[in-house]
């Protein structure tokens, strides 16, 4: 356990905010995280259950299986697969399963990665490398792909439902925890993404502006 502690760390910054690595004490369900980086992926943290990671992950499950019932030592590796975050978000998902000598699993590392950023930079290169049909008039407003204007929704409704009351009732600290949000997801690369961000909280593009600088700042020191 104490030698992939850093290990989980290391790739977590090599990886970016997008892909979580969570190591788990598979002895310790009931507070099985004992390292993590990215956690806000899933929203967990060092001490949260092991229930409490993406849905539907049968690919983990039947890692564990597997492991479980092996007669041998050895690590069981599952492949990139799709999963769920608690919050609904898409996922990808890789794990490994480490055993004992007699078969018992006893960790298991696994890496979850939001895909999300990377659909919308897709989104915008097509969109900047195609544009608009020759036929288009050339005065014509171009608007987003529905792919992107999907993406940028799901980002926003994510971070503003999180803490399930109407926008007029959050405080200053959750609206910044939610612009905090739609920024590690990559939304504020997208033209016309402030804009969005303020209309669904209620607040000036200036507000938005503001709170990202508050961000960053924090995130400096």
């Known amino acids: 356990m104490e030698v992939l502690k850093p290990v989980v760390h290391m790739m977590g910054s090599m990886l970016g905010p997008n892909t979580e690595l969570v190591l788990h004490d598979l002895t310790n369900p009931e507070a099985s995280v004992i390292a993590i980086a990215n ?11 092991i229930l409490t990671g993406p849905k539907d992950d049968r690919a983990f499950s039947a890692a564990l299986t597997s492991a479980t019932h092996a007669a041998q030592s050895g690590h069981s590796v599952v492949d990139a697969y799709p999963t769920i975050s608690p919050k609904g ?12 000598a007699e078969g018992i699993p006893f960790a298991a590392l696994c890496m979850n990665a939001d895909l999300t950023v990377l ?18 008039a050339a005065n014509e407003v171009q608007s987003d792909p529905p792919d992107m204007d999907a993406l940028m929704d799901e980002i926003i409704q994510s971070a503003v439902q999180k803490f399930g009351k109407p926008v007029q009732f959050m405080s200053k600290d959750e609206k910044v925890h939610a612009v905090e ?36 700042e924090r995130d400096a020191k």
């Open 89 to 100: 978000t898409p996922l990808r998902s890789a794990t490994v399963v480490y055993r004992d």
């Open 181 to 216: 949000e739609m920024l590690r997801r990559g939304l504020f690369i997208v033209k016309g993404a402030v804009g969005r961000a303020a209309a669904a909280l209620h607040m000036s593009r200036f507000t938005i502006y503001n709170y990202l600088d508050e961000i960053r």
């Open 39 to 49: 956690g806000h992926v899933s929203g967990r943290d060092v001490g949260s259950p």
């Open 119 to 136: 659909k919308l930079a897709h989104a915008w290169l097509e969109q900047s490398i195609h544009g608009r049909p020759p036929s288009a």
